[in-house]
């Protein structure tokens, strides 16, 4: 900010401080109204020059030359940046041209207008006013007040209703966990048995050395739990006694075995002899078969094997091939050392123009001779 140079152009001033907040078309058209042709060609030739990336001032011509130098001037400022720009100032005030609204377009201020209101009343749709967010804080106060005294009501009834041991109670060797006598029938119940027995309903206060009769003990869930396990060990443990020890390896803590995929044996693959020295055992020679086409109709069997001399080469058998359908050339069948294919299969081995190739069925063929 601080290198940036101050230039005095009172065209070039207007159209810096305007173009952020008019359209181009009215900086053009209050331009264009205000300033002279030879204050705009010089605004913006010397704006070119003081700003080396806007590129060649183009000199415009023809009628419109003003709006289109004017345009000229907007466009540099735009896609300049504002710290690399000379900051124009205004020596004469009253050069400046007023903006008036026969300069703005109406539709337009219209338009952004109604875009502001509808923001406006969507803010205000969204936001929460005082009184709802009070009522909300009183609301929430009163549930957590409410919820708190009804917490302290369950502890203080959970306290009333814990059993209290008697010191026999406590001494007995095979005393169990209390239970709590929650209905009002239980407690009838209770009394009636006590007076059939001949105590009265008064005999554990009064008389503390005579015989004491248990309080009715109502199961929880717990004890109804556990009655399966304890009465189910006996018949388990000798089942138990027949299960392996790789069983119970694969037996988890819950009862359920751990499945496992078989391991496959691997498969034994052939290998080869390399041992050079000479021995009795003789490799035998499996036969391969080629096929041989696209030869003359007068071509024969014996013209195959001659060929086949010819190139310093033999051959097990060479069979003519019958045609499913009338052709124009013979196709042979050439059985030939399995050791030999790849001189046969080489194209400097046949004449040009001919067809060759392995015969399909040669696996076939081969295993066939094997099994014999």
């Known amino acids: 900010m601080a290198n940036r140079e101050v230039k005095i152009n009172e065209f070039l001033c207007f159209v810096q401080n305007k173009i952020d907040i008019l359209d181009d078309l009215s900086v053009v058209q209050i331009c264009e109204s205000n300033f002279k042709e030879i204050v705009i060609e010089n605004g913006k030739s010397e704006l070119y020059g003081l700003i080396p990336e806007s590129g060649r001032c183009i000199l415009r011509k023809g009628e419109d030359k003003k709006k289109k130098d004017i345009k000229d001037v907007i466009k540099v400022l735009k896609e300049t940046p504002t710290a690399t720009q000379p900051i124009f100032v205004a020596q004469d005030l009253n050069l400046l041209p007023p903006v008036t609204f026969d300069y703005i377009d109406v539709t337009r201020l219209l338009k952004d207008i109604v875009i502001l209101k509808t923001e406006l009343q969507s803010l205000r749709n969204d936001t929460v006013s005082k009184s709802e967010l009070k009522d909300f804080e009183t609301k929430i106060s009163a549930d957590l007040q409410n919820m708190s005294s009804s917490v302290q009501q369950l502890d203080k009834q959970q306290c009333v209703l814990s059993p209290i041991p008697t010191p026999s109670q406590k001494n007995s060797p095979k005393r169990l966990r209390k239970g709590i006598i929650s209905d009002s029938s239980d407690k009838e119940?209770?009394?009636?048995?006590?007076?059939?027995?001949?105590?009265?309903?008064?005999?554990?206060?009064?008389?503390?050395?005579?015989?004491?009769?248990?309080?009715?003990?109502?199961?929880?869930?717990?004890?109804?739990?556990?009655?399966?396990?304890?009465?189910?060990?006996?018949?388990?443990?000798?089942?138990?006694?027949?299960?392996?020890?790789?069983d119970r390896n694969n037996m988890h803590e819950d009862s359920f075995t751990l499945v496992e995929r078989k391991k496959r044996n691997k498969r034994n693959n052939n290998m080869n002899g390399t041992a050079q020295q000479p021995s009795k055992l003789q490799v035998a020679q499996l036969p391969a078969i080629i096929y041989v086409s696209r030869l003359m109709k007068t071509t024969t069997v014996d013209d195959i094997k001659e060929h086949i001399r010819e190139m310093k080469e033999d051959c097990i058998q060479v069979e003519l091939l019958k045609q499913n359908y009338e052709t124009s050339f013979n196709s042979f069948k050439v059985i030939v050392d399995q050791l030999k294919l790849s001189t046969f299969l080489c194209s400097d081995f046949w004449p040009t123009g001919v067809k060759y190739r392995r015969f399909r069925d040669s696996a076939a063929y081969a295993k066939k001779q094997l099994t014999n």
Not at 220 to 244: E, F, G, K, V, W
């Open 189 to 246: 119940k209770l009394t009636q048995s006590q007076r059939s027995d001949g105590y009265p309903s008064h005999s554990r206060h009064s008389q503390p050395s005579q015989q004491h009769t248990e309080p009715v003990r109502v199961p929880s869930y717990r004890d109804i739990a556990l009655l399966p396990s304890t009465s189910a060990m006996p018949t388990r443990a000798p089942l138990q006694a027949n299960i392996t020890r790789q």
